[in-house]
C-alpha cells in the first residue's frame, strides 16, 4: 500500500477544534465537514487539497477533544496520510479507527517542507521526499493495522469477517 502527494505542513499541537472547528460538529457527514478541515488555520486548505495529499506536521497533531470528526474531515478532504512528529493518543486510535493512515517519523516532519511531493510505503514505513530527493524510515503499519486502513475502518474491517 502507498501513497503519493502534495504536502501540507503545519506545526506543534494541531488540535481537533482547528482540524474540525466545533460550530460544524450538528453534521457526521464526511462531505460535509470536509468542506470545513483546518479552515481556522488554513483558509486556502480545502480549496488547495486534491486527493492524494498529505499532512505533515510536528509535535502533538490532534491533540483536543476526543471526536473522531477531525479524522474523518481529513480523509473525506482526500488526505491520504498523515505524518508527524508526534501525535494525541486518541487522534491516532481514532484515526486507525476510521482507516486514515498516520505515520510518526520526527525525522521526516523536520525535513518535509509545504509543497513537496512526498510518497509513502506503508508496508516499509519508507517515506520518500521526492521534491527533495531524501527519504526517512517511518514505523511500518503492523499487519492487523493495514487490514483495518485497507477495509477504510474498524467497523468495516469487523463486518468483512
Known amino acids: 500500500m502507498k501513497a503519493n502527494g502534495s504536502v501540507f505542513k503545519y506545526g506543534d499541537n494541531v488540535d481537533t477544534d482547528v482540524i474540525i472547528p466545533a460550530r460544524y460538529l450538528n ?3 464526511p462531505a460535509e465537514l470536509a468542506t470545513h478541515c483546518m479552515e481556522d488555520i488554513d483558509t486556502d486548505f480545502i480549496k ?3 486527493k492524494g495529499d498529505i499532512i505533515v506536521a510536528n509535535k502533538n497533531f490532534g491533540c483536543g477533544s476526543s471526536r473522531e470528526h477531525a479524522p474523518i474531515a481529513i480523509k473525506a478532504a482526500g488526505v491520504s496520510c498523515v505524518i508527524a512528529e508526534t501525535f494525541a493518543r486518541i487522534f491516532y486510535r481514532n484515526a ?3 482507516g486514515l493512515p498516520i505515520i510518526e517519523c520526527p525525522e521526516a516532519s523536520s525535513g ?6 512526498v510518497e509513502i510505503d506503508f508496508d516499509s514505513g519508507i517515506i520518500t521526499n521526492k521534491s527533495r530527493g531524501t527519504t526517512f524510515q517511518g514505523q511500518p503499519f503492523p499487519e492487523f493495522m493495514q487490514k483495518i486502513i485497507k ?3 474498524l467497523i468495516n474491517y469487523i463486518n468483512n469477517k
Open 96 to 98: 486507525i479507527n476510521i
Open 48 to 50: 488547495k487539497v486534491k
Open 151 to 153: 477495509a477504510e475502518g
Open 27 to 29: 453534521s457526521s457527514d
Open 112 to 117: 518535509i517542507e509545504a509543497g513537496d511531493e
